[in-house]
């Protein structure tokens, strides 16, 4: 039998480090941080024994943790107060994120309805254009909603004809949101409204006369129909708990959506996040009393339908872990169905049928390329984007002329074109105009080796002739999780950064689906460590090219990427000068037991199993937390309102390495009441978050410089 922490050591270095100042670069002193108690807890996972001293700061409503919070925020607030560099990033952010910008409009007919947040607003609204030449017009303000500037508004769908818009309020970044219809003829929102849930899709009946959502609850999610003008307690289930025998539970996420010629109310049944299954029933809804036939289900592999003209037009990596596109026959096993488009060496990362063509979207050692193909599957042209960036797949229905889709980059803010699918043309719809001169900064891809060999590529920004001696600033992000592909987008903070002259890189790591399922399989379960390898390897790269050096080198991940910060604190404190760690995952031999964990499984595994408890234990950065080392500066950063990824990971964190660090750096926590996993917090409050991270990993990279 096993015993992981040494409790008496734990508690002789961790008053030993509490004791002392706390010393931030850049001129800022701090006194000891707030002591957090100890309170022992030991788990016993399969004899291997393991103590947690703040299993306490898991009850987000205890006394003692709301009181924690409190100190830790005036803690970190006295830091803020002495940087010196903070008013010059709040004045780029100021003028980097307040400017217009859109969403991809949704078409019905000659109306395009889309978000849009106009300069020196806080909140997007949602606008229609009837026709592309006609002026926009407001149809709904957050603002009419609440005073509270973080209180947003989503698109959620328009109704068949236009008249009607679904739409969501969010309070801040929670998951949960309420649901209401916009009557666009009178003006007026209906007195139909969904209560607050974790809505996963909500979209019209075909004749609008009602609501097809799905919510997910503890038990899983369920499909419901809600009739217009009649209670909420009244609406129908049509799908979920179970199917032809099979029960469905937590892990299983329903999607509806409804075919282009509203024929069929198709229903995908996501096992786990990401799905390592997908499951697809479709049910004729053009008929009273009809039942959900079979497209697939029971296989293990994952399938996106579309139906056009007839014809199923499926996605799969099933036997192509790259991925193609077969035209399907229900029930039938994809082993028969005919082949449209076939694997190819690169990754197929989405498609869509518009204009009665399939524009297919493939990563390219990780460079978006669309090419367009006939409904037989022949090449019909392609869509060129210009240099290094980030597409949206093309969006539309299979019976618009119209396409639209969106490019950006690192250097380039975000354009949305509307494309002709007949002559091939595209026009400029909207784009965000944001004072940032892109001709002076560059954007290249390198590609450098990881501890096993592997190749793994890096895109590398900065101004030109920024200078590669060692001496500059530089600022690494990376995810590496959930078969999701890490594109160079436009984010203001990155530019902020890179316009006071600090390089940026995004190294693609394993875990995400740049190169298709075998590069996401790569980073999964027991594979985990390799997307830290690839992470180390690509700053080990930076420094020996001379683009940094440790002392000057801060990193910055959010969620799966907040994990990935930690066990670059945990096991490499020696690469790295500062660390933003955002809405993070960190106990990972508990994080399934809070929020949306029971989901995750499916990627990381989970201490309820005998065999996966090594491997997490391994990693785990809560559990890898040693008294007496020298760790860099951390900034962790979570908020009262995730409701998926639980704060108590930053919170015990937090305590944890303010007790165990010897290296005198300061260990902070921003936690915000509105702040959450999902989009919604005003402009001004990701204006003042923003700033606040800067302001961090500049000063903790050196000295503060003169603007330049």
């Known amino acids: 039998m096993q015993l992981f922490a040494r409790i008496g050591l734990v508690l002789l270095l961790g008053s030993i480090a509490a004791g002392q100042g706390i ?264 008929k009273p009393n009809t039942y959900f036939d079979v497209l697939i289900w029971g296989v293990d592999s994952r399938f996106t339908a579309e139906y056009v003209k007839g014809a199923w037009y499926v996605k799969t990596d099933y036997k192509a872990p790259n991925g193609c596109i077969l035209k399907a026959y229900p029930a039938v096993m994809p082993d028969a169905w005919d082949k449209v488009i076939p694997e190819g060496p690169d990754a197929i990362e989405d498609f869509n049928i518009v204009g009665g063509k399939i524009y297919v979207d493939r990563l390219h050692d990780v460079k978006t390329e669309t090419t367009v193909y006939t409904l037989e599957g022949k090449p019909a042209g392609s869509v060129e984007y210009e240099g290094i960036g980030a597409a949206t797949t093309m969006a539309g229905r299979s019976t618009d002329r119209y396409g639209f889709f969106s490019f950006e980059s690192f250097v380039t803010p975000p354009t949305i074109y509307r494309l002709d699918t007949v002559t091939g043309m595209r026009k400029i719809f909207a784009q965000t105009k944001v004072p940032f001169d892109t001709s002076q900064y560059e954007l290249k891809q390198v590609f450098y080796q990881s501890k096993d060999g592997t190749k793994v590529p890096m895109f590398i920004a900065g101004k030109k002739g920024l200078k590669q001696d060692g001496s500059e600033r530089l600022l690494m992000t990376g995810y590496g999780g959930f078969d999701v592909s890490e594109l160079p987008e436009w984010n203001a903070v990155v530019a902020a950064w890179m316009e006071e002259g600090g390089w940026f890189a995004l190294p693609n790591l394993r875990g995400g689906g740049e190169y298709g399922e075998h590069w996401h399989e790569q980073g999964i379960f027991e594979k985990k460590q390799n997307v830290f390898d690839d992470w180390f390897a690509a700053a080990e790269y930076l420094i020996a090219k001379k683009y940094t050096s440790p002392e000057h080198f801060a990193i910055m991940g959010r969620s799966n990427g907040g994990l990935l910060m930690g066990a670059a604190i945990t096991e490499r404190p020696d690469l790295f000068s500062a660390v933003e760690c955002g809405y993070p995952l960190l106990d990972m031999l508990r994080y399934q037991k809070f929020e949306e ?109 003169v603007h330049k």
Do not use: C
């Open 23 to 286: 010393r931030g670069r850049g001129g800022i002193t701090m006194p000891p941080a707030p002591e957090a108690k100890v309170l022992p807890v030991t788990d016993d996972y399969f004899d291997t024994k393991v103590v947690d001293n703040y299993r306490w700061l898991e009850d987000a409503n205890g006394a003692d943790t709301k009181a924690f919070i409190d100190d830790e925020n005036t803690y970190t607030a006295r830091y803020f107060e002495q940087a010196r560099i903070k008013p010059q990033f709040a004045d780029d952010l100021d003028q980097l994120e307040h400017v217009t910008s859109w969403t991809v409009p949704m078409q019905r007919g000659n109306d395009l309805f889309f978000e849009k947040t106009l300069a020196g607003e806080g909140q997007a609204s949602i606008f229609v254009r009837h026709g592309w030449a006609e002026k926009e017009k407001r149809l709904i303000d957050p603002a009419q909603f609440s005073r509270d500037p973080n209180t947003s508004v989503e698109l959620a769908d328009v109704s068949r004809d236009g008249t009607q818009v679904a739409y969501v309020v969010r309070e801040g970044g929670a998951d949960e949101t309420t649901v209401h219809v916009f009557n666009v003829k009178t003006g007026k929102t209906l007195f139909d409204v969904l209560p607050s849930a974790d809505y996963l899709s909500v979209l019209f009946t075909p004749d609008g006369s009602g609501l097809y959502y799905s919510r997910r609850g503890p038990k899983g999610s369920l499909l419901y129909e809600h009739k217009l003008g009649t209670l909420v307690g009244r609406d129908t289930l049509i799908f979920g708990k179970e199917f032809r025998g099979e029960a469905l539970g937590p892990g299983d996420l329903i999607l509806p959506s409804l075919t282009d010629d509203y024929h069929y109310l198709v229903v995908e049944v996501d096992r786990g996040v990401p799905a390592r299954r997908v499951d697809i029933v479709y049910r004729d809804v053009t």
């Open 597 to 705: 964990g029971p989901l995750w499984t499916t990627e990381y595994g989970s201490s309820d199993h005998e065999k996966q408890v090594a491997y997490l234990l391994k990693y785990s950065p809560y559990q890898n937390v040693k008294a007496g080392t020298n760790y860099p500066a951390v900034f962790f950063f979570t908020g009262a309102s995730d409701t998926r990824v639980d704060p108590m990971h930053a919170r015990k964190m937090t305590a944890l390495l303010q007790a165990d660090s010897s290296s005198g750096r300061p260990i902070l926590l921003h936690y915000s009441l509105a702040g959450g996993h999902a989009a919604g917090v005003s402009v001004d409050q990701e204006i003042q978050d923003g700033t606040d991270q800067l302001t961090f990993l500049w000063t903790e990279t050196g000295q503060v410089p």
